[in-house]
């Protein structure tokens, strides 16, 4: 009997690619592009992925007592399984804000966007790295709910 060569090793290995219509996978869209469902355990629930996809605040240098609105885009990229989520304006570990977000007839692949005010009455005169936070239970990619501003806001 002959040893194996190499090409015979990597024909039986290779990998065959199967171009499946795009309605085949759960999670998929009908434009063709395909959903890997990671976050999908196979019991047959929901694909949810929603993705803040930018932040803007309307200031950045505030005085102390006024009220710095954020505009919050949300993607949905998937189903949702809850009907609201609280959203929250973090620096470092403290909560600056928080408001509950309501997902009711939210369709897939819309964008929203979310009106989320900070009253800076309760945060003491300084600089913060803003972070928005959106935890969505069952979220296929949890790292697109945070967004970190790129400008620090300041309160005087």
Known sequence: MKPLSWGSVVLSLAIIVYLAPSNAFPGSFTDGHIVISQG???KGGPYINVTIENVEADRYDVTRGDTVLFKVTLHNRGELGESSVTMYAI????VLSSKLVSLDSWDVRDRM?????????DSPPGTYRVTIDFPLSG???EFDNRYRL????TIR
């Open 113 to 121: 966007v979310v009106d989320f005010p900070w009253n800076t009455a």
């Open 150 to 153: 790129s400008r620090n806001i």
């Open 91 to 94: 620096a470092g570990k403290k």
């Open 139 to 141: 979220d296929a990619d």
């Open 40 to 42: 999908d355990s196979g």
